[in-house]
């Protein structure tokens, strides 16, 4: 078997599994509850807080435990937006942001008056700064753009941005860090919060978090109980979050040389792919060598990908929350204006374990089928 669909999600680090099996034997106690066993699981859930927040040098910041990228970016647009709402109602995204971003905002739109701004990208798929200045207003309450494209790959620069941001100094920054932690090197405390989860580096799936500035207090999305401040209520899921510590320990000390290894992958199956320009266009740079998205020139995405699934090769198209609703790839069609290259878009997402032989393998394949199909 061949896993090329990183990007979707992750196998799991052994020793991560490890101290998991643990917690879940020794640290079974509710957190919440006022004996022994609790407070041990309390104390342990709040180190892992701290270390989470050491891990990201971030400063003055509070971690808020979540199930997933998505809640957290949920938590951060909706949450932060009913706070803070008397400030305005404007929310700056841009216009390939994952739908966890984009939905959380089209919700606010269709429920609470917000007015979506988006902010279109450059044809090296970064964002449009120069527009950006031009949507900012005295109303603007969050801009929230990602760190790391997770469709195209394309790394974004924040320090620009925070310093177009300067002029407004109320709006927050939020940033769907998710494609970026272990992989991309980041100046969180540029952020005023930001998203991610575990699975897609090697930890737990129905795991992530929002950090933010601690005296940022987002509307919480779950009523009930006084779990996590009172922001998520709800019976913590104490050995996930505590091992969600360790699992961004580990991704960001190795961060490093995974990147080395993954960018020796990429630059081969990217000399592979441009040496038959008649069947493949690419989409995506080597800044980050995680994501490597081509499009098909004369097949269809979806045959291929059949075909590379009968030699048990797996392989993404379009982010896995959209592949579901069979869309092209908004992410591709933002970058080039082309349907049917967005339609036709094919997304390699590597991993440290992944092989320069996985990929020759791949790419052999690959040719195989496209030169046994008919075209489009
Ligand atoms: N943001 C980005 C950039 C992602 O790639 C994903 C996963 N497709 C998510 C958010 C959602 O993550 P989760 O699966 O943890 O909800």
Do not use: W
């Not at 700056?92 to 089209?106: D, G, L, Q, R, T």
């Not at 002029?167 to 920054?173: G, H, N």
């Not at 081969?268 to 040496?275: A, I, M, V, W, Y």
Request: a negative charge; glycine letters at 4%.
């Amino acid at each position: 078997m061949i896993y090329f669909d990183n990007a979707s999600t992750t196998t799991i680090d052994k020793r991560v599994l490890k101290t998991y099996e643990t917690l879940l034997s020794t640290y079974f106690a509710n957190p919440s509850g006022n004996h022994a066993l609790s407070r041990d699981v309390d104390r342990l859930q709040d180190k892992a807080r701290t270390e989470i927040l050491k891990s990201f040098n971030y400063q003055h910041g509070k971690v808020i435990f979540t199930s997933s990228a998505t809640e957290a970016n949920n938590l951060a647009l909706i949450g932060l937006f009913l706070t803070y709402k008397s400030r305005g109602n404007e929310i700056i995204i841009s216009n390939y942001e994952h739908p966890s971003v984009f939905e959380a905002a089209k919700y606010l739109e269709k429920v609470h008056n917000a007015k979506i701004n988006y902010l279109p990208i450059n044809n090296d798929g970064t964002y449009d700064l120069e527009v950006l200045k031009n949507l900012l207003t005295n109303n603007t309450v969050i801009v929230s753009l990602m760190a790391v494209n997770n469709e195209i790959g394309t790394v974004n620069s924040f320090h620009e941005i925070k310093e177009i941001l300067k002029d407004y100094p109320k709006v927050f920054l939020h940033s769907d860090i998710t494609q970026a932690v272990g992989k991309i090197s980041l100046d969180y405390s540029l952020f005023d919060a930001f998203s991610f989860s575990a699975h897609k580096i090697h930890g737990l799936k129905g795991s992530g978090a929002l950090v933010l500035k601690e005296k940022l207090n987002p509307t919480p999305l779950l009523y009930g109980g006084m779990q996590e401040n009172g922001t998520r209520a709800g019976t913590s899921n104490a050995p996930t979050n505590i091992v969600l510590a360790q699992t961004i320990r580990l991704a960001l000390s190795e961060a490093d040389s995974n990147f080395n290894h993954v960018l020796k992958l990429a630059t081969k199956l990217h000399e592979l792919l441009l040496n038959e320009s008649d069947y493949f266009v690419l989409n995506s740079t080597l800044d980050n060598p995680y994501i490597v998205n081509f499009s098909l020139i004369n097949h269809k995405a979806s045959v291929v990908l059949n075909a590379l699934e009968n030699d048990e090769i797996y392989v993404g198209t379009t982010s896995s929350c959209s592949a579901k609703l069979h869309e092209a790839s908004r992410s591709v069609f933002a970058l080039t204006g082309d349907e049917k290259r967005a339609h036709n878009a094919i997304r390699i997402s590597f991993s440290s374990q992944n092989t320069l032989q996985e990929v020759e393998t791949f790419f052999n394949t690959l040719l195989k089928i496209i030169k046994g199909a008919k075209d489009e």
